[in-house]
């Protein structure tokens, strides 16, 4: 029988039973596809946001148990610099015991932890030498980025995936912040990195949420003239005018911008231009090998860094 192809009888997505559609996104919860289920119209939108309520980040990984002992092993080390219990069942409890049992504590790794709640964050802030602090993927939300401020010793801080964070400008207060990653942050807004500068004047670091803008990457050169690395991987909102305003980013020495599959050719000049460029992952961009020889001809080094997608690599051994 032929298939009737006429606008009456085409699929349409949009008209999908609401527990179809919540299927559908939550099999996508941890890929970059998910952010942009909710952006396509309100009623998907709707859908979203319950499925981030039903399905607060189950964890995909095996989460480990916490060992019983754990709490008398912690008095034998009073002098640990860095504890790593990502992917565990760690809670309140033991996080009140960190300030006393580790008091020199300065790496604190609470990746893709179910357990971590706003509950905790207050916590922490008696861990005065601090540096480094993980909480990707938890369940925290906008009340903890305030008390996260108040850890002014941080400098790295990974929020990934912390869907319910809104607002990032009380963080202006970590003075000492070197990195930053708010990575798939779907409820923050696409230019909520601007606010940090040009207070955060060590931040030369920056993974940025998948939802930002060109208007984003023109203003940075002018708000934080002194960043030297930023990952765009699966940032795909960005095009010419914004690589064209990055390019005026003189200090910026590492560049990603893996996955932005909209991004072909027209683009290469503009990053030609970044002078300090010494690593570009351009990993799936839409880039021909021969324009982008052309275009980097005299940047031997760049060319050939680890990052570099493997055509291009290719296409140099000819």
Sequence with gaps: MKHDDTEDTKRNWDNLPK???TDLFSRFLYSPVFIYCGRVNQRWQSIFNGVVVMYPLVNPL??????PDLPKLL???QNL???DLSITNVDATIISLLPEELPHLENLLLFCCMGITDECIPLMTQLRHLKTLVLSYSQITQESIHHVANLTSLQNLEIEMCFRIENISPLTS??????LNINSCVNLAPDSVLPLFPSLSHL??????NLISDDVLVELPNRAPWVEKIDLANCLQIGVRGIEGLSKLESLKELSLRNCKQLGDEVLVALSNLTSLTSLDSMN??????EFHNCFDSRKKLLTADHVTLQIIESLKD
Excluded at 62 to 67: A, C, G, M
Excluded at 174 to 179: A, E, G, I, T, V
């Design 19 to 21: 527990h179809i559609l």
């Design 62 to 67: 095996q989460e480990r148990t916490i060992h």
């Design 75 to 77: 008095a034998r080390f």
């Design 81 to 83: 610099l860095t504890l």
């Design 174 to 179: 970590l003075q000492h912040l070197h990195s």
């Design 204 to 209: 030369t670091s920056l993974r940025l949420n």
């Design 285 to 290: 961009c839409n880039f021909t090998p021969s």
